[in-house]
């Protein structure tokens, strides 16, 4: 009899964690939806979340996907294509291309370019208008592929959709450094650093503005 009567205590509690790992997957969804200031703490804490969820669940698409977010808004890019691939193998229609188009960025931001072009061209195929901001980064795979007119045409596009988007201003001036047009590139460079581009430009701002 002591032995049924601790059977079902430990049915019971096994439940109740299933159970709170549902709940921590949704906390964890909306720490990282809601974190407007992109604070680390909170993309860290929602990890936890989620990393509690995904022992019980562990083919948990929205817990997968949201990881990856989480992961890559704290530049963890490679552990975030991980999850990114995990999330777009359990076939989930309405998360694929979120996770795709993650995933492509991710590999943007770690120079695995053509990689990084396959996912968008699965973007494209699976969705007839993604968000414009794709052509950011599509424009700087063309652009380190050595595509020079291509990148220029779309990070021109995203320009003009995404004015305040400061990656583009870096690639395009990128662009016009290699051009040799120095003041062009000069003023893309000082506008990416006044919309807050994180990563240093003194090498490129030291070629362009003399």
């Known amino acids: 009899m002591l032995v049924l009567v601790v059977g079902i205590n430990s049915n019971s509690l096994f439940a109740q964690s299933k159970g709170w ?3 921590n997957k949704m906390s964890g969804m909306a720490q990282v939806d809601d974190n407007y200031n992109a604070d680390p703490e909170r993309y860290k804490k929602a990890i936890e979340y989620f990393n509690d969820c995904l022992k019980y669940f562990p083919r948990d698409y929205e817990a997968l996907e949201y990881r990856g977010r989480a992961k890559m808004n704290l530049g963890n890019y490679a552990a975030a294509i991980v999850d990114f691939t995990k999330a777009i193998d359990t076939k989930s229609d309405h998360i694929l291309v979120d996770a795709i188009f993650n995933r492509g960025i991710c ?19 699976y969705h007839s ?6 052509y950011t980064f599509i424009g700087k795979c063309n652009f380190h592929l050595g595509d020079i007119k291509q990148a220029k045409d779309n990070v021109d596009f995203s320009i003009s959709n995404y004015p305040r988007v400061n990656d583009n201003y870096h690639t ?7 051009e040799k047009d120095f003041e062009g590139a000069c003023e893309d460079f000082t506008k990416a650093k006044e919309l807050g581009y994180k990563k240093s430009l003194e090498k490129e701002m030291a070629a362009a503005c003399k």
Do not use: M, Q, W
């Open 21 to 23: 790992a549902k709940i």
């Open 107 to 125: 590999r943007t931001e770690i120079g695995h370019y053509k990689e990084a072009l396959k996912d968008f061209d699965l973007v494209f195929e």
């Open 129 to 134: 208008n993604p968000s414009k901001i794709i």
């Open 172 to 178: 395009r001036g990128l662009i016009r450094l290699k």
